[in-house]
């Protein structure tokens, strides 16, 4: 296959892992050594020294006094761009604090779907003592959990299938993953235990624009909390505030 100008197989390589090496600073990693990316990659040592040096040109990486590399300021600016695209407006920050409170104090979430993955666009932490922390931007697998069943609830089977394949489960659970898709897409809503991470549980209903599924509004807490009949409590709470967040019309379609 003829590939257009500019996307040759090493250079889409090479922007693959230059988000790779990105994706390795978080806030439990803030900085890094050369020798720690080439650890957690396994790439080559002149690969990374390549693309270290092209990132720092491009203000995407800096060289502190301690000879560690750290985000570069140039991120600001895409931080900022990034902050002001998915911030809520209040109403919808409100509807989120509602939800929690109407909940028992669990954490609410709103996430969206980015190709195979749910991104975590939107939180209100809850007032329960044990919660499971989201971060804000952290990219977790479309085929596991409640919001994924219900972000998938809108794709087409192509996609279903895309999202199944990425679990890397065996070729039954594509079916294993319809079937819950297809149940969320019914009720209007998806409730999962432990698909994700062993004793977490969410409870998940869609966000809508037109037909079309935008996002989804979650629940999540430990297992034990999310009993059939705590969940049973919560769920006409949950459905409200998919309805009140798709009035407020502020986001638009999937990619």
Avoid at 166 to 190: C, I, P, T, Y
Avoid at 195 to 203: C, F, I, Q
Wanted: charged fraction near 20%.
């Amino acid at each position: 296959m003829t590939r257009p100008p500019g996307e040759s197989g090493d250079g889409v390589r090479s922007v693959a892992r230059a988000l790779e090496l990105l994706g390795l600073f978080d806030e439990t990693h803030r900085s890094r050594s050369v020798r720690e990316l080439i650890d957690a990659t396994g790439l080559p040592k002149s690969t990374v020294v390549r693309l270290v040096a092209t990132l720092e040109q491009s203000a995407l990486l800096w060289t502190g006094t301690d000879g560690r590399l750290a985000p570069g300021a140039g991120l600001l600016r895409w931080a900022r761009l990034a902050q002001d695209a998915w911030q809520l407006p209040p109403e919808a920050v409100e509807c989120l604090r509602t939800l929690s409170i109407e909940a028992g104090g669990e954490s609410t979430r709103i996430y969206v779907r980015q190709g195979v993955t749910r991104v975590c666009v939107a939180q209100h932490e809850g007032t329960q003592q044990l919660r499971h922390v989201v971060r804000i931007g952290a990219a977790m697998p479309l085929w596991a959990g409640a919001s994924g069943h219900v972000l998938l609830a809108g794709c087409s089977d192509q996609e279903l299938r895309r999202a199944a394949i990425a679990a890397a489960r065996g070729a039954g659970f594509e079916d294993v993953l319809a079937d819950r898709v297809r149940r969320a897409g019914e009720q209007n809503w998806s409730v999962s235990h432990g698909e994700r991470e062993d004793g977490v549980s969410a409870a998940a209903a869609p966000i809508t624009a037109g037909d079309e599924i935008v996002a989804a509004v979650a629940l999540g807490g430990p297992t034990t909390r999310f009993t059939g009949e705590r969940v049973a409590a919560f769920l006409p709470a949950l459905s409200r505030a998919a309805e009140q967040l798709s009035a407020l019309r502020f986001l638009g379609g999937s990619s």
